[in-house]
């Protein structure tokens, strides 16, 4: 390992502290996922996402430890693994206790024969099988991850973004008012707690959350339930209310001004319908039973087919093959089940399960970064602040 790839501080890094430091980063004891807290529960306590992980431990042995907020805990998982296991079992031991009776219907050809002559067409059978379903889980896998990555980055990065050039251009170029600048952190915030409580069949306690939160006044959270529609996108247009407001009051200098923040609000109505188009329109229902139901279909014969070969090899007292065929049942329909489990999770990271998005972390972060573009507004360098005034 070249010293150029192990990370380090700066040149004077003795390379064996890099090496240990890198060594530790990926077998160390410290976890491999950073556990946030997202929205209480219906019951009052708050549920932990996982909002960032360590990709090294993953790449490493430790791999094999990392089980808190993989799909290793959904229980899902491990019933179907047991079902799966159960009908492995029932046919090898069914192989196992008949495998000298005659076949009915022909002269003479035992069990054992017959499976000796249908190996292989059982193999390959079981081989065709594994590789169609693999390449239709890859595209369904690249839909759900490319789904999921555009409500990620052109949804909530969409709404931080508009939120920030809103920030940013209002503070340095129209008002300083507080009132303003903290409502518009405010609506962009809400604007994405509305999400997460739409999806998880919130709605009726919107009032009560958002209020406590501290996104809305009693009146404003009044206001927003007097037309009670797609509110998470609608309250975008009290980002545009602001801006009219501000250009009648004459505080907006010029008109190519009003349109850049107008066209600000619009980005940020248009990041929430990314985010809503994804989430009411999935992924074409035929396409998504006919791959389900394929890999079932695929985990069941491989169960049959490879039950029935380990019964044979288990009374063959082959313990190798028992082995290949042991191993080949558990791992092939685990991965595949995995993978299933791991897109119905993507296609909703607001619905309350483990994988959501960490959106009390989000909201925290659009607070704070709003709030340091107003300040980085208020404390210019010298040599600028009095060119510069800001306006009241």
């Known amino acids: 390992m070249s010293a150029r790839r192990l990370p380090k501080d700066n040149e004077g890094t003795p390379l064996m502290d890099s090496l240990v430091t890198h060594v530790k980063k990926a077998y160390g004891n410290d976890t491999h996922a950073k556990l946030v807290e997202c929205l209480p529960k219906e019951d009052g306590r708050l549920s932990s996402v996982v909002a960032d992980y360590e990709p090294l431990k993953f790449s490493s042995f430790r791999v094999f430890s990392a089980i ?6 959904d229980y899902i998982l491990a019933v179907e693994q047991l079902l799966i296991t159960l009908l492995f079992v029932f046919c090898a031991g069914l192989v196992y206790v008949y495998f000298d009776h005659d076949v009915k219907g022909t002269e003479g050809a035992s069990i054992r024969r017959w499976l000796d002559s249908q190996e292989g067409r059982m193999r390959d059978f079981a081989m065709i099988m594994t590789m169609l379903a693999s390449l239709l889980l890859s595209f369904y896998t690249a839909m759900a991850v490319g789904r999921w990555w555009a409500i990620r980055c052109a949804g909530v990065g969409g709404i931080k973004s508009a939120a920030m050039e809103l920030e940013m251009l209002i503070s340095w170029q129209v008002t300083q008012e507080p009132q303003v600048l903290d409502a518009i952190r405010r609506y962009a915030r809400a604007s994405l707690f509305l999400v997460f409580l ?3 069949q919130r709605m009726p306690e919107m009032k009560d959350v958002l209020m406590q939160q501290g996104l809305l006044t009693d009146q404003e959270a009044k206001a927003l339930l007097s037309w ?3 509110l998470h996108e609608t309250i975008w247009g009290w980002q545009s209310a602001i801006i009219c407001t501000l250009y009648r009051e004459g505080k907006i200098p010029t008109d190519q001004l009003l349109r850049t923040l107008l066209e600000r609000c619009s980005d940020g109505r248009k990041a929430i319908q990314c985010i809503h188009t994804h989430l009411a329109v999935k992924i074409p229902m035929q396409y998504v039973h006919l791959l389900c139901f394929l890999v079932k279909m695929h985990n069941c014969i491989l169960a049959v087919i490879m039950g029935a070969l380990f019964g044979a090899a288990l009374r063959n007292a082959e313990i190798i093959i028992c082995v290949q065929l042991g191993g080949r049942t558990l791992i092939l329909p685990l991965l595949f089940n995995a993978i299933l489990l791991i897109n119905a999770e993507l296609a909703d990271p607001f619905d309350g399960g483990p994988t959501d998005f960490p959106v009390l972390a989000y909201s925290a972060a ?4 709003g709030s340091s573009f107003v300040k980085a507004s208020q404390n210019q360098p ?4 009095g060119r510069n005034p800001l306006p009241v």
């Not at 808190?68 to 805990?73: E, N, S």
């Not at 659009?366 to 970064?369: F, N, P, S, T, Y």
């Open 382 to 385: 010298d040599w600028m602040a």
């Open 198 to 200: 739409w999806r998880r």
């Open 68 to 73: 808190q907020g993989t799909i290793l805990q």
């Open 228 to 230: 009670n529609h797609v």
């Open 366 to 369: 659009l607070e704070k970064d």
